[in-house]
């Protein structure tokens, strides 16, 4: 079966300091995959978005960025964090071609200082 | 663009009592719909998926959805909530390859 994993689950960061949120997905091969961002009462805003190895997809141009330097592997960074980057931080997969059907993982939740 | 309403933010039933969420989408075609749901601090689970077929979808944990396709609604219900329902629920779209919308959630409360 299929599993996907985050870490770390929980962040503290001061404001201008880099992040490396990491990704990964076992048992599925070439998946989609997903970088959501969730504020509360803003449901779910989709950042990034892989269909390969090195091919992103960026949805909301921000200080933030993502990278795919292995099929199941999929990384959210940033050089200098705002403020404004606190917040829930959602991965998902599917299944390589249609129908979209999304799996998510456990989250990280994020707090800029 | 696909996009989803959830009119209804938080919702507080007693345990027991039947529950509704509901959901309106807006889309051209056909859409892919979606029922998810988040306890707190973690992941969204899938409670069940509409792609095609028979209208009224069965999922998890004892939950249905119906689509209809005049009033754009795809509809969450169960018969018989538990406290253990309590948590966030999403609507979402699908319209084509790759791309999901989600509904901005809506927060079920249940009262013993």
């Known amino acids: 079966s299929q599993t996907i994993h985050q870490w770390p689950a929980t962040l503290v960061q001061p404001v201008g300091s880099p992040l490396s949120l990491e990704c990964t997905v076992e048992?599925?091969?070439?998946?989609?995959l997903y970088w959501y961002r969730q504020a509360a009462g803003r449901g779910l805003q989709l950042l990034f978005y892989s269909v390969g190895i090195g091919q992103i997809s960026s949805e909301v141009p921000q200080n933030l960025s993502a990278s795919r330097p292995q099929d199941r592997q999929f990384i959210l960074s940033s050089k200098k964090l705002l403020l404004s980057d606190s917040g829930f931080y959602l991965c998902a997969w599917s299944s390589e071609g249609g129908p979209e059907t999304q799996y998510f993982g456990p989250g990280t939740r994020l707090l800029v200082l | 663009a696909q996009s989803v309403t959830q009119p209804d933010i938080h919702i507080t039933v007693s345990e027991g009592a039947s529950l509704e969420l509901r959901c309106n989408y807006s889309?051209?075609?056909?859409?892919?719909l979606f029922w998810y749901v988040q306890s707190p601090g973690q992941g969204l689970q899938l409670l069940l998926k509409y792609f095609s077929g028979d209208t009224l979808v069965q999922g998890i944990k004892g939950f249905e959805a119906e689509f209809k396709r005049s009033q754009s609604s795809f509809n969450l219900r169960k018969p018989s909530v538990h406290w253990s329902d309590a948590a966030e629920y999403f609507c979402a779209v699908g319209a084509g390859y790759q791309k999901v919308t989600f509904g901005i959630g809506t927060k079920l409360q249940v009262i013993p």
């Open positions: 048992g599925t091969s070439n998946p989609n």
């Open positions: 889309y051209g075609a056909t859409p892919y």
